[in-house]
């Protein structure tokens, strides 16, 4: 494409700047590694999940029903053969009498044979077969390491003691961060204490096949899955579950995508900076071949060959270091997987962070390369010869092409396109606003210069809008490290703060759940007797919705105009008061606590969202429930506002007291202990005396929720990593492309007496001002799109965190003064000969 | 690039009717050349003289095609670089015009040799090397070859440009102040390389130059003043002090 001389003329020119292309183009590297691990890594998961779909799922099918399997449904599970295993799982307190601890557990009472597929994995190995004969239990390895729990200890689950066969390292369908929210506890099927699961609990009945017969499972549940939905039968099979996870996984490796995707932007802001500058220098000698007959396209291809080589070395390097990168993130998202996922270099993966990589490079620096084209060979014999330049419309050329590329990258990356689009947009709105920020910083510098200021301070001032200033680079890329870190910081402090103001005052920090009618006093007693009180009780009775609008759901069901939702489906755990309680707010209707039990159409209390958004209901509407077996027909009175944040039971529907005292129902408790002792103290009698009821502390949901958050972020920042140290990159060059101008300056101001100190501090302030007001702005904009989030994502107030802005401004500034010190340092040694020469 | 006619008929290498360069500056309008018309002929030596701001180097800029007149035309050796695009006039440049600057104007990141290959090797020719090394030796840098600009003196830069500019045997050389960043000794060892190259070449040269004892070793000087031409007049060959 291009010709001879122009490749050779590449090659020559470059010399002497080798060095400093290098540094140009090492601000791509970090962007394109972050591509290629995450893309390759993502094609390594998809691989895996599809290798290993059966031991996802552990089975060729399964059955799962929140009641037992009612006759119809056994007869299908019976006429269909292979082999069959069965399984129970529900929440239940698991006590350790050894160390008097107790814990919600997540208890999975097995037959043998589950797993068909995979394994469970346990310490001692042989413990994952050997519980299974005897009152043995498996215990989640991290429980076991909190509570300081060995093999051969023993553990209740309901009024039954089990021993601790061993320690639950790994098992089927669940991931690490799955066992954070609860942790496991396996128990023999035969050893279940039947009581735990009564009425009230949540149990999930389900069932595992695998068939020797090679039959074409996905067929046949096609067949039978709408069968056993009608009958609340939900079926899983291999191919599901693969799917299911494929889609998990896309989206997790896309959103790290996402996120690695602002490194290579401003890359290509570095490369772009760079360029503008290394073209700027080169303009007499470009105006020379002019003159002795290079043509505009022959000038232009030097350096575009150039930049062309420079993206293909920092492509390559950044895409071996990518390989590197890759061998980590199985340790970075480990916890998040379902499957082992083996190191394979995705030569696709490689290809398109190769080829993104130099795309981005060659579409950054053709804007400022473009300006070659329009040297006038004037130049060499006027060196302040400026063209007169006339709109180029290349440049608005390459700006679409640019924001094409850029959009359709992010759509490519992103889970799904919506998503993309708003990240550029948020990502253009970002760059965009540190850009206005650092125009007018320009602006105002020169137009409000302090006159009266000592002079270092003045000229440290006037750096920033002086021909050739970085200010423009140094702030994006600046502003937008300190963005991401902030933002980041900000928002998890924000989740986090929820929860502490929750457990403040007088709130309730204890829940006790499962509480049979007949519990009732029995645990108020036991509160007495601990001197707790009981701040909240809520009856609770399940029920189903049957009518709505007066239509059956069958008949919604088929009428194609109405969308039945979860929201129609879901077994509904309502609660009847007289009164609204602190969370709730009135909005619509009147609230009405009490009716006689004889009332024919009972009013009733609908949440907001699910009023609106959901079942499409308003005042005056009618529902027809289904409460255990009884028809009950309900009007809406009132729509109430309900903060979900409080730490206390809250409901969708609140029915009058009068009509539901004689249904079905069990208890929830609510206390507030104030401490771990009188917290353990409480568990341990609950749990012996009533070892159905289960209890949930705020101290442990925070203590979840923080383990989860911080596993979260740090793949977050682990992927930020990669912008930040872009950035440091690109700060760096850019002070390095800054440099040889200072060289001259501070030569000369030295000739003219300036001590050493004082070029140093000019420079010290320079750094200083850009330092700030990059952190400045960074930090508000952090705070902008933190409070969007907290406000219309998480819906929680934003903690303002003072001490993030200010360790923001100390740790930013500090490190900008720093580096570009240390990219000056020698300055001041060069000696002004030099200078006077011409020769820098 | 189209074809370019060139009337083979003419002799003279350089025809300047009309030129008149005029600058915008914001309301304002400078005519910087009013109306020059002249002509030079093969192998002729012309020196333009004048003060600062009489609009030497824009001459010089429009008759080598660097720049574009507001009115008149320029015909270097034939050729109306009028309608040319810049790029062809490049091409033109390339194959007719040699150059010399006062301030050399050396590629920082060539070597010497390199410097001197450029205009050849834009023109595709191979092998160039040897003919730019005996330009060298000619110039007496034949043990300087490798180094940089930034390694040699002013005056070794400006033998290297001068070597750059005989290159390509061009037609016409335009040399812009070549011994202005010189000092006497240096100046005078330049002028005579300059001359006798281009004695030895039969090129046409066109000096744009302060130094009156410089022009006096032409064989025409063209004195502007105010953009127009206020002298045009043979220097006596015997008064001719060439180096």
């Known amino acids: 494409m291009f010709d001879r001389w122009s490749w050779i003329m590449a090659w020559r020119d470059s010399r002497g700047s080798r060095r400093r292309l290098l540094l140009f183009l090492s601000s791509m590297v970090l962007g394109v590694a972050a591509l290629v691990a995450i893309n390759s890594f993502g094609e390594s998961l998809e691989a895996a999940v599809n290798e290993q779909a059966k031991t996802l799922l552990g089975a060729d099918l399964s059955f799962e029903s929140d009641f037992p399997f009612d006759d119809s449904t056994e007869v299908v599970i019976d006429s269909l053969g292979g082999l069959q295993s069965r399984r129970i799982s529900f929440g239940s307190m698991a006590y350790f009498p050894r160390t008097g601890s107790t814990r919600l557990a997540s208890v999975r009472a097995n037959e043998p044979g589950y797993p068909y597929y995979g394994a469970v994995e346990t310490n001692p190995p ?84 695998k068939f020797d017969d090679n039959r074409d499972v996905e067929a046949m549940m096609e067949v039978l899955a709408p069968q056993l939905r009608a009958r609340d039968v939900g079926s899983d099979t ?16 896309r959103f790290l995508g996402l996120v690695g995707f602002i490194a290579l932007l401003l890359g290509g802001l570095g490369v772009a900076s760079a360029v503008h500058v290394y073209v700027k220098q080169r303009l007499e000698t470009v105006a020379v071949l002019r003159c002795v007959g290079a043509t505009s396209r022959r000038t232009f291809w030097i350096y575009l060959i150039q930049s062309m080589l420079m993206g293909v070395t920092g492509a390559t390097i950044g895409s071996m270091l990518g390989m590197g990168v890759q061998l980590l993130l199985p340790r970075v998202v480990g916890d998040f997987l379902p499957v082992e996922v083996d190191f394979a270099v995705s030569w696709t993966a490689v290809a398109i962070g190769f080829g993104v990589g130099v795309g981005v490079t060659l579409l950054f620096s053709l804007l400022p390369l473009l300006s070659v084209r329009r040297v006038s060979p004037l130049r060499a014999i006027r060196s302040a010869y400026e063209a007169e330049q006339s709109r180029d419309v290349w440049r608005w050329v390459l700006y679409g092409a640019l924001g094409v590329a850029l959009m359709v990258f992010a759509v490519f990356q992103a889970p799904d396109p919506t998503i993309g689009i708003g990240y550029m947009g948020g990502v253009a709105v970002v760059f965009g606003m540190l850009a206005l920020v650092a125009k007018g910083l320009t602006v105002a510098a020169r137009r409000f210069f302090p006159s009266g200021w000592p002079y270092v301070w003045r000229q440290g001032l006037a750096n920033l809008y002086r021909p050739n200033n970085q200010t423009l680079l140094l702030m994006l890329a600046l502003g937008l490290g300190t963005f991401l870190i902030v933002t980041l910081l900000l928002v998890e402090r924000s989740l986090l703060e929820q929860f502490d103001v929750a457990s403040d005052g007088q709130r309730p920090d204890q829940i006790m759940f499962d509480i049979q009618p007949n519990q009732v006093e029995g645990v108020t007693q036991i509160l007495e007797a601990q001197d707790l009180p009981l701040i909240d009780q809520s009856p609770i009775v399940t ?41 709730e707010t009135l909005l619509d209707g009147g609230f009405v606590g009490t009716v006689d039990p004889s009332t024919e159409v009972v009013p009733v209390s609908i949440e907001r969202d699910l009023a609106y958004n959901e079942l499409h209901v308003d005042i005056g509407d009618t529902l027809v429930w289904d409460v255990q077996g009884v028809d009950m027909t309900t009007v809406i009175s009132s ?11 809250n409901f969708f529907f609140i029915f009058p007291n009068g009509v539901l005292e004689q249904a079905p129902q069990m208890h929830v408790f609510m206390t507030q202990t104030g401490n771990d002792e009188k917290m353990a103290a409480l568990q341990e009698a609950l749990v012996q005396q009533f070892p159905n009821v289960s209890t949930v502390s705020l101290s442990l949901v925070l203590a979840v929720f923080d383990e989860i958050f911080s596993r979260v972020s740090f793949v977050i920042r682990f992927m930020a990593l990669f912008s930040i140290l872009t950035g440091l990159i690109v700060l760096a060059g850019a002070v390095l492309v800054s440099r040889f101008q200072r060289i001259e300056e501070s030569v000369l101001l030295k000739t003219l007496g300036a001590s050493r100190k004082q070029v140093l501090r000019i420079m010290i302030i320079e750094y200083l001002f850009l330092g700030v007001f990059a952190t400045i702005t960074g930090v508000v904009l952090a705070y902008a799109a933190s409070w969007s989030l907290a406000e219309f994502v998480f819906q929680t107030p934003l903690v303002t965190a003072p001490i993030i802005f200010l360790l923001a401004l100390v740790i930013v500034t500090g490190l900008t003064i720093i580096i570009g010190l240390l990219n000056s340092r020698g300055i001041y040694a060069r000696p002004p000969l030099e200078v006077l020469r011409a020769e820098v | 690039m189209p074809p ?10 350089l025809d300047v009717q009309q030129l008149t360069k005029t600058y915008q500056s914001g309301s304002r309008s400078l005519t910087v050349l009013d109306h020059v018309t002249f002509s030079i002929s093969e192998g002729e030596t012309v020196a333009i003289v004048g003060p600062s701001g009489s609009g030497k180097t824009t001459l010089l800029g429009l008759c080598a095609g660097l720049d574009t007149p507001s009115e008149g035309s320029v015909r270097l050796h034939g050729i109306d670089l009028g309608p040319l695009t810049e790029d062809e006039r490049a091409v033109v440049r390339n194959e007719e015009v040699g150059f010399v600057f006062q301030t050399f104007q050396l590629i920082p990141t060539l070597t010497a040799l390199e410097n001197v290959m450029v205009p050849a090797e834009l023109r595709g020719e191979r092998g160039v090397s040897g003919r730019a090394k005996a330009l060298l030796e000619q110039v007496g840098l034949g043990d300087r070859m490798h180094h940089y600009p930034k390694q040699l003196s002013g005056g070794e830069q400006q033998r290297v440009a001068l070597a750059r500019a005989f290159i390509n045997q061009p037609r016409i050389l335009f040399a812009d102040e070549p011994t202005g960043n010189l000092d006497d000794e240096t100046g005078a060892t330049i002028e005579g390389l300059l001359f006798d190259l281009n004695r030895t070449a039969g090129t046409t040269l066109v000096v744009v130059t302060h130094d009156l004892s410089l022009a ?19 220097v006596e060959p015997t008064l001719r002090a060439v180096g």
């Open chain 1, 126 to 209: 042989e413990a994952a077969d050997t519980y299974l004969q005897g009152r043995n239990a498996l215990v989640d390895g991290a429980l076991m390491n909190e509570f300081g729990v060995v093999v051969g200890d023993s553990v209740q689950i309901g009024s039954i003691n089990y021993r601790v066969a061993g320690e639950l390292l790994k098992t089927p369908r669940e991931s690490a961060a799955m066992m954070l929210f609860s942790p496991r506890v396996y128990i023999p099927l035969a050893e279940l204490d039947t009581s735990l699961t009564g009425f009230g609990s949540r149990v999930e009945y389900e069932v595992y096949f």
């Open chain 1, 543 to 583: 029920m189903r919705i049957k009518e709505i609008h007066g239509q059956t759901l069958a008949e919604l069901r088929e009428d194609s105009t109405y969308h039945v939702n979860w929201a129609h489906n879901r077994e509904y755990r309502s609660s009847y008061r007289s009164y609204l309680t602190e969370a």
């Open chain 1, 639 to 649: 729509i109430r506002e309900v903060d979900w944040q409080r730490m206390q039971t």
């Open chain 2, 4 to 13: 370019v006619y060139i009337d083979m008929a003419e002799t003279n290498i």
């Open chain 1, 238 to 253: 291999v191919g599901e579950e693969q799917r299911r996870w494929g889609e998990r996984v896309g989206n997790l490796y």
């Open chain 2, 216 to 234: 006096e070793k032409t064989g025409r000087i063209l004195r502007l003043r105010g953009g127009r031409v206020v002298e045009d007049r043979q």
